[in-house]
């Protein structure tokens, strides 16, 4: 079974969202939206017709990346969120019992060994 195909979106904490927004805007050319990130499309490898999305987001202070404090959080794509998840518990990793569902995809937590949040998508059939 393949675990992780790709990276789906890179999450990271700011004191000033807006400002630090704006800067990444003018000095790196990223088209932040009002939202406060950005998506970076792609082809799918082996599927030509398939454009993927990589999502990148500025947050404020937030509880989503708890129980970690890391300022950070990185979204990884996979192909079985539920069989993958399934076999983490089974190798003893922390994986949370939460898993949400909704019409952007999969998404389940597990927390690496130094206690950082790490988000498990599983996109929508064609993405």
């Known amino acids: 079974m393949k675990r992780v195909t790709g990276i789906g979106g890179i999450f990271f904490k700011a004191k000033d969202p807006k400002a630090l927004g704006e ?4 000095h790196l050319g990223i088209d932040v939206q009002d939202w406060g990130g ?28 708890a129980p970690s404090t890391a300022p950070f959080m990185i979204n990884y794509r996979v192909e079985n969120l539920h069989a993958l998840l399934s076999l ?15 019409e952007y995809g999969k998404f389940g937590w597990v927390m690496d060994p130094e206690g950082n949040r790490i988000e498990l998508w599983e996109p929508p059939v064609d993405s």
């Open 38 to 65: 950005a998506v970076f499309e792609w082809n799918a490898e082996g599927k030509p017709n398939v454009t993927g999305v990589t999502a990148w987001n500025i947050f404020s202070s937030s509880d989503h990346f």
């Open 88 to 102: 983490l518990r089974a190798e003893g990793c922390a994986v949370d019992d939460k898993v949400e569902e909704s």
């Open 23 to 26: 800067w990444y805007r003018q």
